[in-house]
T-cell receptor
Framework: RKEVEQDPGPFNVPEGATVAFNCTYS??????FFWYRQDCRKEPKLLMS???SGNEDGRFTAQLNRASQYISLLIRDSKLSDSATYLC?????????FGSGTRLLVRP | DTAVSQTPKYLVTQMGNDKSIKCEQN?????MYWYKQDSKKFLKIMFS???????INETVPNRFSPKSPDKAHLNLHINSLELGDSAVYFC???????????FGPGTRLTVL
């Protein structure tokens, strides 16, 4: 079993839609969680950290459920520029473990 | 100013050759990393250095040898390149571990 698992997608949504991604992690000792965004042929960039109480950054909302060991990302009012791969990340033994990513395509 | 930079951006070489990739960060971070992203887009850590000391060494062939001359630089030397080494190699840095990491633009290595 992979340490961080995500649905690879793609999620194909119209502009303005709300879309949610989930991911699960296997290490119950993980303490730090992130969502990264990776555009085609570019490096991963931090989108947001994920806090226990949930957190919001503009159109993006991240949630953490420790009991079920899953993390979610909600994107409201999708823009064309949101098209990218979203990587779920959890720490494990002093290193970050990246999921293989969920691809989002936002169409006009 | 680029925070984490890598050279070269593209590297095409023959099997059996030896090549190096360089990474520099100007963020003042203590920890640097090398990741490999294969054709399936899976990003996997290879090595990590903290203040020039090797702290993470994943199951990587010993043909791969990292070197950190100072905490702002982390280079990766690869001996006897194989077809399976073709991938994108990303350098990253963070202040402390395993906090938020900042990635370089990547080096796309193609072994022919």
């Amino acid at each position: 079993r992979k340490e961080v698992e995500q649905d690879p997608g793609p999620f194909n949504v119209p502009e303005g839609a709300t879309v949610a991604f989930n991911c699960t992690y296997s290490n119950s000792a993980s303490q730090s969680f992130f969502w990264y965004r990776q555009d085609c042929r570019k490096e991963p960039k931090l989108l947001m950290s994920v806090y226990s109480s949930g957190n919001e950054d503009g159109r993006f909302t991240a949630q953490l459920n420790r009991a079920s060991q899953y993390i979610s990302l909600l994107i409201r009012d999708s823009k064309l520029s949101d098209s990218a791969t979203y990587l779920c990340v959890a720490d494990s033994s002093y290193k970050l473990i990246f999921g293989s990513g969920t691809r989002l395509l936002v169409r006009p | 100013d680029t925070a984490v930079s890598q050279t070269p951006k593209y590297l095409v070489t023959q099997m059996g050759n030896d090549k190096s990739i360089k990474c520099e960060q100007n963020l003042g971070h203590d920890t640097m990393y090398w990741y490999k992203q294969d054709s399936k887009k899976f990003l996997k850590i290879m090595f990590s250095y903290n203040n020039k000391e090797l702290i993470i060494n994943e199951t990587v062939p010993n043909r791969f040898s990292p070197k950190s001359p100072d905490k702002a630089h982390l280079n990766l030397h690869i001996n006897s390149l194989e077809l399976g080494d073709s991938a994108v190699y990303f350098c990253a840095s963070s202040q402390d571990r395993p906090h938020t990491q900042y990635f370089g633009p990547g080096t796309r290595l193609t072994v022919l």
